[in-house]
């Protein structure tokens, strides 16, 4: 059973427009969210994170909104890049868990068309 | 600073044979974790070793086992290898705390023919 899910597998933008990544959850324990970035041939890269305890993390042209109640965060990319074309993951950690213990969404490729 | 390396980054292997990859964590880090990566199921994690000690284990049969020696690099090995077993398998390291960041290597991709 996924407790991490991302629905789109796939999203494709305009360069300079808002890129808009969601992920639902489906353990209320979850207290800490990740997002990471993927390229082909690459490890991911951690982009931002977001404690359960906020709402709102900011980095750059990064931003990242958590609303517990509705079980559902989502990652602003703004302005969007070509550069920016990857499969982002969205992740959660449970209480007294570290990030060696991530729990996964399946990823959302995003293409930023120029 | 040098990244997380893993080798072998390539790898075919025939049903029923076993496998050993490997992993050299960030020098300073002490818990590495081992990700399994399919396009059906996505990241899904193995297990985490920090300071030569299993810290964490996935839901993954028992086929699957690792390890981590004193000098923190990570082994992780597959026995009876299944067709089920290709994909990305990809090694992380962190220095220690939840709030550190976890730095992922470029994977090795397991093929299992």
């Known amino acids: 059973d996924q407790q991490v899910k991302q629905n789109s597998p796939s999203l494709s933008v305009q360069e300079g427009r808002i890129s808009i990544l969601n992920c639902d959850y489906t353990n209320s324990m979850f207290d800490y969210f990740l997002w990471y970035k993927k390229y082909p041939a690459e490890g991911p890269t951690f982009l931002i994170s977001i404690s359960s305890i906020k709402d709102k993390n900011e980095d750059g042209r990064f931003t990242v909104f958590l609303n517990k109640s509705a079980k559902h965060l989502s990652l602003h990319i703004v302005p969007s890049q070509p550069g920016d074309s990857a499969v982002y993951f969205c992740?959660?950690?449970?209480?007294?868990?570290?990030?060696?213990?991530?729990?996964f969404g399946k990823g959302t490729k995003l293409s930023v068309k120029p | 600073k040098a990244g997380v390396t893993q080798t072998p980054r390539y790898l075919i292997k025939t049903r029923g044979q076993q496998v050993t990859l490997s992993c050299s964590p960030i020098s300073g880090h002490r818990s590495v974790s081992w990700y399994q990566q399919t396009p059906g199921q996505g990241l899904q994690f193995l297990f985490e070793y920090f300071s030569e000690t299993q810290r964490n284990k996935g839901n993954f049969p028992g086929r699957f086992s690792g390890r981590q020696f004193s000098n923190s690099r990570s082994e992780m090995n597959v026995s009876t290898l299944e067709l089920g077993d290709s994909a990305l398998y990809l090694c992380?390291?962190?220095?220690?705390?939840?709030?550190?960041?976890?730095?992922f290597g470029p994977g090795t991709r397991l093929t299992v023919l």
């Open positions: 992380a390291s962190s220095f220690r705390d939840r709030s550190d960041t976890q730095y």
């Open positions: 992740a959660a950690i449970f209480p007294g868990g570290s990030q060696g213990n991530l729990i």
